[in-house]
Structures are given as structure tokens and as C-alpha cells.
């Protein structure tokens, strides 16, 4: 038995999944007549209180989409050094929208509101880039599932109503952070000017994301998405399989939660890791003692455990909704070996 821990994409449809995606109606999307599209997005963006929604085959789209409808070439926007958006749309901020970055240092890839006042350049220096865009980004990834405080994220966008700034959250993990918080959408939704959230991470569709926000703005999207080729025609298939998640798979991260939560414990106990990062939802990030997280990585593939190292001292687990209890029993039993 394999038991892949490298991410919460490798998640394949389970039997209700397939059954709701093989019964769904469809149409063209392009001509905006697929209706298990048209439900899907406008169920997100009831979830959100948000106006409109866009179906995107993935995260980096929804983002980059976003990213290109909030800026004008040579605009700079804000994130931290860790930001998915930085670190693994391949360059896409520059490339898609011709603006630049400011990196700001955060506390596992939570940025504040004093360190997004500062880094805002002057309006009326000619020298300086034109700051019009703020992103977030919860749960980090790379912050090991790190989960913002809503109170800090309120005074981020106090920041950007006083200094006329988009806020774009990358919420591929928001469904974790809220039931981790217990959170609800409406209240994302009513301070951002963008939400990217993935249906192809913890919810478990093999592929989907949407974008939320007002009408003018999917307007917008829409039109970028299309230049961005990624129009879809008869998608409602996903976008069925999106649906069926976001009314099954959300309460159930709780266990995902849980299950890192022990593995983490394990780990922390094992001679292998230096240090385990708080384990907030369903990611644990750990430093192993000296450069050998790549050694660990090809052990563990050894005994059917997958991870991935994400630096040369530090490795990943994702736990997902094909990890079941057997399976998190057995890693703990292999890693207290260790
Ligand atoms: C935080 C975050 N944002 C965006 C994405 C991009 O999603 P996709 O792989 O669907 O492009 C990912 C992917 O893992 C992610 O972790």
C-alpha cells in the first residue's frame, strides 16, 4: 500500500464523485450554455456573498487572472517571499502582467498590516513602481498550512481602502483555515476584492478552481481567461465534480486536520526532525538535522511513504482525503522506527 503524502492534489474521484460527474448536464461555456458551469459559479459566489464567479482549470490561472485584472504593466504587488503566486506560477506575475513584486518577509507566509504600509511606494514619486495590488495568501503553503487571524487581515485592507489597493487572497486552502477557524465564506468574501479558491486541493476534484468577485470584475476575468486560453467548452463534467465537494468534502478536513496532527506528533518524537512548524491544518513542514531531507525522502519511499522535500533541510506531508485512518496508523508505526 502506497501512501502519498507529497500533496493534496494527487486525490483521484471517489465513486459519488464519479457518479455526480457522469450524470451532469452540459453544454458550451464558451457560449456560456454549460449549466453545471453556470451552477458552479454561481454557487461559489453565493457562498462568498461575492457577485460573480469564473470556473478555471487551475489555481495558477485563477491567480494570474487576477493578478493581470487588478494591475497595469509596470505596477508592483505586494506578497510575501513565500507566496505560491511568487514562488511557483512560473514567473507568471512578470510574464502575464508585466509588473514587478515586493517581497515582504512575513511569519510562515502571513504578512501584516504595518509591513504592507511600508512597502506601499509613494504615489507621487516618479521613480517608484505603482503599487496596486496586495496578495495574500491562506492557508501558506509553504508556511506549513499557517492560518491568518481575520482581525489582521481587516486591518490589511484598511490599508488598502486608504491606499486605493486591490486584495486578492489565493485561498487554494481557504476551505482548511475556515473550518480550522471556524471561519465562514461571507466573511472572506466581504473584504476581498478577489478570492481564487481550488476545488482540486483538500475538496478533492481532479481539477477546478474559481475565481469570486464582483460582476465587473468576472466580466473582466472572463475575457483574460480567454486570452489566457483557458476557456473550456463542455467542462461542466469538473465543474459537477466541484459541485458535489463543495456540499460533501468540506466539515470532513476536520479529519485531515486531525490526521497531521498525530503524524506531526510522531515526527516531532523521531530522531529525524529538528523542528516540526505548528501544524494548523492539513500540512506538516519539518527540518530534518542537517542537508538530508532528500536521504529521508528516498527512505521513507522505501517503506511505500511519499513526501516531498521542499529545501535541502526541510520536508513536506499533505494529508488528503484518500488518507485514511489504517493508512496514518501505519506512517506513525514506520516513523517511530526512525
Ligand atoms: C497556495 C497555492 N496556490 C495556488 C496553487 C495553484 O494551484 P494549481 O496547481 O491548481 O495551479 C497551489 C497549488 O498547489 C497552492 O498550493
Not at 293 to 313: E, R
Amino acid at each position: 500500500m502506497i501512501i502519498d503524502f507529497r500533496s493534496d492534489t494527487v486525490t483521484k474521484p471517489g465513486s459519488e464523485m464519479l457518479k455526480a460527474m457522469m450524470n451532469a448536464s452540459i453544454g458550451d461555456d464558451v457560449f456560456g450554455e454549460d449549466p453545471s458551469i453556470n451552477e458552479l459559479e454561481r454557487m461559489s459566489a453565493d457562498m462568498f456573498g461575492m457577485e460573480a464567479g469564473l470556473f478555471c482549470p487551475s489555481g495558477t490561472m485563477t491567480n494570474q487572472i487576477a493578478i493581470k485584472c487588478h494591475t497595469q504593466p509596470g505596477d508592483e504587488v505586494i506578497c510575501d517571499e513565500n507566496s505560491h503566486i511568487y514562488q511557483y506560477e512560473g514567473g507568471g506575475i512578470a510574464f502575464n502582467s508585466s509588473a514587478s513584486v515586493k517581497l515582504l518577509y512575513g511569519d510562515r507566509g502571513r504578512i501584516n498590516a504595518d509591513q504592507v504600509k511600508a512597502a506601499i511606494n509613494p504615489s507621487d514619486d516618479n521613480h517608484k513602481a505603482n503599487t496596486s495590488l496586495v496578495c495574500l495568501e491562506n492557508t501558506s503553503n509553504r508556511g506549513g498550512g499557517s492560518c491568518y487571524e481575520l482581525e489582521e487581515i481587516k486591518k490589511i485592507k484598511q490599508v488598502c481602502v486608504e491606499n486605493d489597493l486591490a486584495l486578492h487572497l489565493d485561498g487554494a486552502r481557504l476551505w482548511n483555515a475556515m473550518v480550522a477557524k471556524n471561519e465562514t465564506p461571507k466573511q472572506y468574501g466581504g473584504i476581498f476584492s478577489s478570492i481564487s479558491i481550488c476545488l482540486s486541493k483538500g475538496l478533492g476534484c481532479p481539477v477546478g478552481s474559481v475565481l469570486v468577485g464582483k460582476k465587473d470584475l468576472i466580466k473582466k476575468a472572463r475575457r483574460v481567461r480567454k486570452v489566457f486560453g483557458g476557456g473550456m467548452r463542455q467542462a461542466g463534467f469538473m465543474a459537477a465534480a466541484g459541485i458535489y465537494a463543495l456540499q460533501n468534502n468540506i466539515e470532513r478536513l476536520k479529519h485531515d486536520h486531525a490526521h497531521a496532527k498525530q503524524i506531526g506528533d510522531a515526527i516531532a518524537k523521531s530522531s529525524v526532525a529538528k523542528t516540526v512548524l505548528p501544524i494548523e491544518t492539513n500540512i506538516i513542514i519539518f527540518e530534518t538535522i542537517g542537508a538530508t531531507a532528500q536521504a529521508l525522502v528516498d527512505k521513507l519511499k522505501n517503506t511505500q511513504i511519499l513526501c516531498y522535500a521542499t529545501a535541502p533541510d526541510r520536508i513536506r506531508f499533505v494529508v488528503h482525503l484518500d488518507i485514511t485512518p489504517e493508512m496514518v496508523n501505519k506512517t506513525i508505526e514506520i516513523i517511530k522506527t526512525f
